[in-house]
């Protein structure tokens, strides 16, 4: 990954042409696990170095500042969002001097289903960010289409009242993609392999993140 200081040399991959995966059935386990893996590796490589830059400077800043940072997904990318949660809290937090505020807003089953009982499953997540955001925190949103009605409605809202906004998606990437701040693409076509490079991507944030406040000989004493 290139520095910051020299993104005007990182030029974009093409998105938006995705091989359809799988084609056919396979005859053997291990043989679908090595076209997944293909596949994955094939995927991992459309993600724009310019966006991840730019998500990686948003959240190092609002890091520093002390300002929080709100995830959400739903289904497998809710199961992202929590544990980002985790790896952006307690990891780090760990040998560096940043202390994150990381929350995710799918995690809570009695406030979700309420609010989606009451008011509807479109405003489970902008409804919690107007009681618990304010302006210069952050919002990543994690959706494999892009498509999602409450994904959308709280990176408009966000975006509205002056949080920045990162959203991951896969796909064609859908509305979440044009309407975040920074969008980091996955260009694929299958759940899978959008969801695990996803997973990928918030862990690589958050050790990008954190081995950037630490010293050479820390970081090389340290397991990430």
């Given amino acids: 990954m290139s520095s910051v200081h020299d993104l005007s040399i990182l030029t974009a991959p093409a998105l938006g042409n995705a091989p359809k995966f799988p084609l056919g059935q396979f005859s053997s386990a291990s043989s679908y696990f090595d076209a997944y893996a293909d596949e994955i590796a094939r995927a991992a490589k459309t993600v724009d170095p310019v966006a991840f830059e ?5 959240l190092a800043e609002g890091y520093a500042s002390g300002a929080r940072t709100f995830s959400c997904g739903n289904g497998g990318s809710a199961s992202i969002a929590n544990h980002m ?10 040998t560096t001097d940043l202390r994150p ?15 989606a009982n009451d008011t509807g499953y479109e405003n489970v997540f902008s ?3 107007q009681s618990l955001s304010e302006p210069d925190d952050v919002l990543i949103a994690i959706s494999s289409s892009g498509r999602s009605p409450n994904i959308v409605q709280a990176l408009e809202w966000a975006r ?4 920045r906004t990162i959203a991951i998606t896969g796909f064609d990437g859908g509305a979440a993609r044009t309407t975040a701040e920074v ?3 996955v260009d694929s076509t299958n759940y899978g392999v959008v969801e695990d490079l996803h997973q ?3 862990h690589a944030l958050a050790q990008y993140v954190r081995q950037s406040r630490m010293s050479a000989d820390s970081i090389s004493a340290t397991a990430f």
Avoid: F, P, W
């Fill in 54 to 58: 730019r998500a990686a400077a948003i």
């Fill in 85 to 94: 949660q985790c790896d952006h809290v307690k990891g780090v937090r760990t």
């Fill in 101 to 115: 505020r990381v929350l995710s807003l799918s995690t809570n089953v009695e406030l979700l289903t309420a609010i």
């Fill in 127 to 129: 409804y919690q960010l």
């Fill in 160 to 163: 509205d009242h002056g949080l």
């Fill in 183 to 185: 969008a980091i693409h």
């Fill in 200 to 202: 990928a991507i918030m």
